[in-house]
């Protein structure tokens, strides 16, 4: 018997602890060795194209049967995995999580993520790893950088993913919301959402542009809360600028703004399109609980970037047997957890009648 890639991920999906070597050995009475599956994880090579030949027959399926009205966009975001207690290399290493304002040791990620319909798949990812030596005089310290930044991640994504899927918008946060993306999605004949930072600045004609006369979004006044086509600095056309106002769990209110390049958006339109973005926390929570993402007690960047590629896959899994079943991922991993609770007290049961 040898381990599989199919093997692997079924391993994943169907556990509800930890995922080692020596657990699947077990799981398959011995049929393999920890060390064969310890061997096939440093020497399997996994990465996007993985991810795309699963997604893409799906897809495929997805785009004969689109009705003329809908449309596929693609969402970019990025997670950290926080492994605290792991040894630190250049995968598991310290990022700065956004989310949570603080520094955090941990394995940090990159997907694109293509949504239409019911389907929210993986098509691409990347391991942002810090291999590039950075000496800092002032502390005689070396410290290490990524070789690509997060955004450069995303432009290598977006220009493959242009050959293999038909969509219409890029959606993000504003972390993505630069310049050169959304010169970028143009270019490659689309369009883009944004989350837009408050502080950013535009101008309210071709002419202000031209002047240098920018002020801040938060300042801008949205008459009858509709959108305002404005410029940006290093954006030649017209973007399409709204501002959301929201009210905090704790009564507090306060704004949202987004960006567009598609100008003929309604401001329920452009709220709706961007509400898909949701789907890429969906696709985040799933992969750490259901997937088996941060179960594994793998200790090099081969192993580590192995069983994370398959953990992406293992998502896939799931997201086809909702499709196929009607059934969401967690409701999945709850119903299989219950059929082996019951396995498990019907055999205590027997052993102590």
Same mark, same amino acid.
Request: net charge positive.
């Given at each position: 018997m040898t381990c599989t890639l199919d093997l692997y991920t079924d391993y994943l999906v169907s556990s509800t602890g930890p995922t080692t070597a020596t657990g699947l050995s077990r799981l398959l009475d011995g049929a393999l060795s920890h060390d064969h599956i310890t061997r096939w994880l440093s020497s399997t090579s996994l990465g996007s194209p993985a991810l795309w030949r699963q997604a893409k027959p799906l897809i495929r399926q997805?785009?004969?049967?689109? !009705?003329?009205?809908?449309?596929? =966009?693609?969402i970019v975001d990025d997670s950290i995995l926080e492994k605290a207690h792991t040894d630190a290399n250049e995968l598991i290493c310290t990022h700065y999580d956004h989310s949570q304002q603080r520094f955090v040791k941990g394995l940090n990620f990159v997907t694109l993520l293509y949504q239409a319909g019911d389907i929210a798949l993986p098509i691409a990812a990347e391991l942002v790893a810090k291999t590039v030596p950075v000496y800092h005089a002032k502390t005689q310290q070396t410290s290490y950088q990524s070789a690509f930044t997060k955004n450069e991640y995303v432009q290598q994504m977006r220009r493959v993913a242009q050959q293999q899927v038909a969509h219409r918008y890029l959606?993000?946060?504003?972390?993505?919301?630069?310049a050169e993306n959304m010169n970028l999605v143009r270019a490659l004949g689309h369009d883009f959402i944004f989350a837009l930072e408050s502080s950013r600045t535009v101008a309210l004609s071709a002419e202000a542009r031209a002047k240098g006369q920018f002020q801040a979004v938060q300042t801008l006044a949205f008459p009858d809360e509709q959108p305002l086509r404005v410029y940006l600095r290093s954006i030649q056309e017209a973007v399409l600028v709204t501002r959301q106002v929201f009210t905090n769990k704790d009564a507090n209110q306060g704004t949202f703004h987004l960006v567009s390049g598609d100008t003929d958006l309604t401001q329920a339109q452009l709220t709706t399109?961007?509400?898909?973005?949701?789907? =890429?926390?969906?696709?985040? !929570?799933?992969? !750490?609980?259901?997937?088996?993402?941060? !179960?594994?007690?793998?200790?090099t960047p081969a192993t580590q970037t192995t069983h994370f590629f398959a953990a992406l896959l293992a998502y896939g899994k799931l997201e086809i047997l909702k499709l196929k079943y009607g059934i969401g991922h967690f409701r999945l991993k709850a119903q299989r957890y219950t059929v082996g609770l019951k396995a498990m007290y019907q055999q205590l049961a027997h052993l102590t009648a």
């Open positions: 997805a785009e004969a049967q689109r !009705k003329p009205d809908d449309f596929a =966009v693609l959606l993000a946060d504003s972390w993505y919301a630069s399109i961007y509400q898909r973005r949701w789907k =890429v926390e969906e696709y985040h !929570k799933s992969l !750490k609980q259901n997937a088996s993402m941060g !179960k594994s007690p793998t200790k």
